[in-house]
């Protein structure tokens, strides 16, 4: 469907609103907005449709660092099927604000897409929303930013080390096609408790995507690697699900700073490295 043909029902649903709402396509692409999300993102309503954006205009994460692409968010949103919500920091020349958004995946005429409701943090939004994995219980993709960042600043005031490590389960949308995303559910539910029960509980453990779980130590020498070998030994054993017997594929890579490098850095060091390895 498209934008002009959306517009007419949109504004019907949308009008009255104290809510910001946007819709995505895949690719990033605000297909509907209202005038509430273009208020909250500091644009007129045509620049958000037409993704045109003022030179002095720029969205930050809280930590400061520039945010990913729309498109990867909206991609990751689409693969993982679990609700995503970020703090976002909108500065526009001197003026600067602050906002939830959480995205959703949605279907529209039989087409994904993605759903993003912007509120302003003054509105009181509940912090407990989002902050949680539905599935697995872990904390999410902002609470572990979050931990992150104050392991950082730990590390910078006390001169210890931080590790972040990040565990890819592989090829688990085929064993989802095989199996059925239920037994795909259950494996990620099982590989969470394995790290929530085996890891100390110092640690943070946290579902950082649809296939990908993170963990946050700080120690006070050394490196992360036995921390990574251990997360890897944890998660690795073989498990009944359904009635299939199954040892997850796994790729595992792990960042040790000293807390003076940024969450952004740290979180792209390690993505690099796990984009490079090869699962056991």
């Not at 649809?210 to 006070?220: I, N, S, T």
Request: net charge negative.
């Amino acid at each position: 469907m498209a934008a002009a043909q959306l517009a007419p029902m949109w504004d019907e649903l949308v009008s009255g609103l104290n809510v910001g709402v946007l819709l995505t396509d895949e690719r990033g692409q605000v297909l509907a907005t209202n005038d509430v999300a273009a208020e909250l993102m500091q644009l007129d309503r045509a620049d958000l449709l037409t993704g045109t954006r003022p030179h002095d205009w720029q969205v930050r994460d809280d930590t400061g660092s520039p945010m990913p692409d729309w498109a990867d968010l909206a991609g990751q949103v689409l693969r993982a099927g679990c609700p995503l919500s970020i703090p976002l920091v909108i500065i526009n020349g001197r003026t600067e604000s602050r906002i939830w958004a959480d995205y959703h995946a949605v279907t529209v005429q039989g087409r994904r897409r993605v759903l993003v409701l912007l509120q302003s943090v003054e509105t009181d939004v509940s912090h407990s929303s989002g902050l949680l994995d539905p599935l697995t219980g872990l904390p999410g993709r902002v609470l572990l930013l979050d931990r992150l960042e104050q392991s950082l600043v730990r590390s910078r005031m006390r001169g210890t080390l931080s590790t972040l490590v990040l565990i890819d389960v592989q090829q688990l949308a085929e064993f989802n096609a095989t199996h059925g995303f239920e037994r795909g559910d259950e494996m990620l539910s099982m590989l969470a408790g394995r790290l929530r029960e085996g890891l100390s509980d110092e640690h943070t453990v946290a579902r950082y995507g649809g296939d990908e779980f993170a963990v946050v130590a700080e120690h006070p020498s050394g490196t992360g690697e036995r921390i990574a070998a251990h997360a890897r030994e944890v998660a690795g054993w073989p498990m009944r699900v359904g009635r299939k017997r199954v040892r997850p594929g796994l790729r595992v890579s792990w960042v040790t700073t000293d807390g003076l490098a940024s969450v952004h850095s740290v979180l792209a060091r390690a993505e690099q490295q796990l984009a490079s390895r090869v699962g056991s």
